[in-house]
């Protein structure tokens, strides 16, 4: 009698050990059937080894997903189209535990053809390994990249990348897009007197409010210290100065903690055709800075 599949160690900084499974069938036929499987087969899938053992194989959660690979792949098998070494891999997005309460998981498989002793002339093995758990941490890792923490906003690296993008839109497409560019008037006043930890929760404040008061297509950033960005894509320099506008009266109507009132200056601009980053973002700098010129608190374009 064969001995159970070993469990293999799990790969460095790897958390989720493999299941492993091996899959054969009846000579003349397609239909694959489990040969053996490793303890953490059974876990990953529930159930006991002699319900399993001459079953079918569960590559992935969904039955008719599930009966199209075998029927593939059994074919493939017993026509001798799978040399050593083939093998099929993919990802499984809605498997489940057989807790029907448990969370959705992310299987990430792979089917190899293999001769091993002791089985049949040629088999398949297949591997598994919930990812899931990997997935939620590098999604998390990529949003604490791409984030600024005082205000929840985007930070200027992931900004960078959206503006280039448009640009590119825009250029390919005849997208318009306009921006934005925002600062707190006296900022370092409101430091000065009250504090950096004042000035930090207006900083947050305005971010809420920005998040409040812009439309579900467009992006928003800190871009550093006191300055803010809008980017405001499928808008004409009119609409964005309406909406430009619609920030500052609200931002100027907020009465902020320890505070009071707090006013904001906005540059706007509609980007062109064929038109580089750096003159996008110079074009809107220079209209902020008319907007402080002239006394602060409007909008200047």
């Known amino acids: 009698m064969l001995e159970p599949l070993p469990t293999p160690a799990p790969p460095a900084n790897e958390s989720n050990p493999q299941a492993i499974a091996v899959l054969g069938g009846q000579a003349g036929g397609s239909d694959l059937h489990l040969l053996d499987i490793s303890d953490e087969y059974l876990r990953f899938w529930g159930g006991r080894r002699d319900q ?10 969904r039955d008719m997903e599930n009966r199209r690979l075998l029927r593939k792949l059994g074919q493939a098998l017993f026509r001798g189209e799978l040399c050593d070494g083939y093998s099929l891999s993919g990802l499984d997005r809605h498997s489940r535990a057989r807790c029907p309460r448990a969370p959705a998981t992310l299987i990430e498989w792979r089917v190899t053809s293999m001769n091993m002793p002791g089985y049949a002339s040629r088999v398949l093995v297949l ?14 890792l990529e949003r604490l990249a791409t984030t600024d923490m005082l205000t929840g906003l985007s930070n200027r690296a992931r900004f960078d990348a959206l503006l280039k993008k448009e640009i590119s839109r825009l250029n390919r497409y005849i997208r318009p897009f306009s921006l934005i560019m925002l600062d707190i008037d006296y900022f370092k006043a409101i430091n000065d007197s009250h504090g950096h930890d004042v000035g930090d929760q207006v900083l947050a404040s305005i971010g809420e409010q920005l998040k409040a008061n812009l439309r579900k297509a467009d992006y928003c950033a800190r871009w550093g210290g006191e300055e803010f960005m809008v980017l405001a894509p499928e808008t004409s320099l009119e609409q964005a100065i309406a909406l430009a506008e619609k920030i500052r009266c609200c931002i100027r109507e907020t009465h902020f903690p320890k505070v009071g009132r707090v006013s904001v200056s906005l540059g706007v601009i509609e980007a062109r055709l064929s038109e580089h980053q750096q003159s996008v973002m110079k074009r809107a700098d220079n209209a902020l800075y008319r907007a402080k010129e002239q006394g602060r608190d409007r909008v200047c374009y």
């Open 127 to 140: 591997v598994q390994r919930d990812i899931s758990k990997r997935v939620e941490k590098e999604a998390e």
């Open 52 to 61: 399993w053992l001459g079953a079918a194989p569960r590559i992935v959660g």
